[in-house]
């Protein structure tokens, strides 16, 4: 397999599936996988996508810190952070982590292997950790489904095996690759109505395309929408459909805040990430009946700029 980091972009005429299983230094867990469609990379630890690059595209699709740290029990900076059970601060706990303990809890593997398209599936299963048990005592099984071709999906299906109905938050916390944050916009949140989290989740409807000139951070409710991710300097569109999913967040941290935080460059690579974030979050938290499963689900796909 070749590093991710000098990948073949041309789609060879004869592939072998490869899936290699590495462990590093820190004992935590990697699966790398290349197919005749894309390359990416996963830690099991937060059944993380750090990394995934269609064959058709010039650079990976997502970002990654780094300055990202390794460790167990730490979240990854980058890629697809899982939050769950809860999104954003713990409700009625701050001591308890931000977005919920999914993002450091290992997951184990279920299955993985080849389809017939030639895409590769992964199903993981997070495992039920003191830290975890801690945090959550109602029992649960949450299954997270990784298909990675020429476009990335992704199911988190959770499934309350309790005797009593459970409320949660998640979101699939996506950091962009993108050319230059003053540079994109996004489409099919026009309308919609959000709360600011930066002026104490003030309430108001989204006026046309968004554009970043600072930090941004907002929640938009109850959308189901397709969302755009328009890229001039990369020359692409990243496009967002979700299922399960009646929450779109929107996040960059910009230069201050981004240079505060431990696990982010202290040089302008804040400029190349923007998080687009499909989740269940605020007014739209799931409640889960006994013996019932909700799926959050995405597919990420990327065309050429129009
Ligand atoms: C976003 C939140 O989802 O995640 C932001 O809206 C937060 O408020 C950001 O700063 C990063 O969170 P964390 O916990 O990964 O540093």
Redesign the pocket.
């Known amino acids: 397999m070749t590093q991710i980091n000098a990948l073949k972009q041309s789609e060879p005429e004869h592939y072998e599936d490869d899936v290699r299983f590495i462990k590093d230094e820190n004992g935590l867990d990697y699966i790398e996988i290349e197919n005749r469609h894309a390359t990416a990379k996963l830690a099991l630890q937060g059944g993380h996508v750090m990394h995934w690059q269609p064959r058709h595209t010039a650079e990976p699709v997502l970002w990654l810190s780094k300055e990202s740290r390794y460790e167990t029990g730490r979240?990854i900076r980058g890629g697809i952070?899982l939050c769950w059970p809860w999104f954003?601060a713990h409700p009625t706990d701050s001591s308890l982590c931000?977005?919920g303990f999914a993002r450091v809890t290992p997951f184990s593997v279920i299955d993985i292997g080849q389809m017939n398209n030639g895409n590769t599936r992964v199903i993981l299963q997070m495992k039920h950790t003191e830290n975890a048990q801690r945090q959550l005592s109602y029992p649960y099984t949450l299954v997270l489904t990784i298909e990675i071709g020429a476009t990335l999906s992704m199911k988190l299906a959770t499934t309350n095996r309790a005797t009593q109905p459970f409320f949660m938050g998640e979101a699939f916390?996506t950091y962009f690759n993108i050319g230059d944050v003053e540079k994109v916009n996004i489409t099919g949140l026009e309308d919609t109505e959000y709360a600011d989290?930066l002026l104490d989740f003030w309430r108001d409807k989204q006026d046309g395309s968004i554009r970043f000139n600072q930090e941004f951070?907002r929640v938009y409710v109850s959308t189901r929408n397709e969302v755009t991710l328009h890229d001039p300097i990369l020359n692409r569109e990243i496009h967002i459909n979700k299922k399960g999913s009646n929450t779109t967040?929107v996040?960059t941290?910009w230069e201050k805040k981004a240079h505060q935080?431990p696990d982010m460059p202290k040089d302008e690579a804040w400029r190349n990430m923007i998080?687009i974030?499909t989740a269940n979050a605020m007014e739209n938290l799931v409640m889960i009946n006994p013996g019932y499963t909700h799926i959050l689900a995405v597919e990420y796909s990327v065309t050429d700029l129009q």
């Open positions: 979240s952070p954003g931000m977005h916390h989290k951070d967040v996040w941290p935080m998080c974030e």
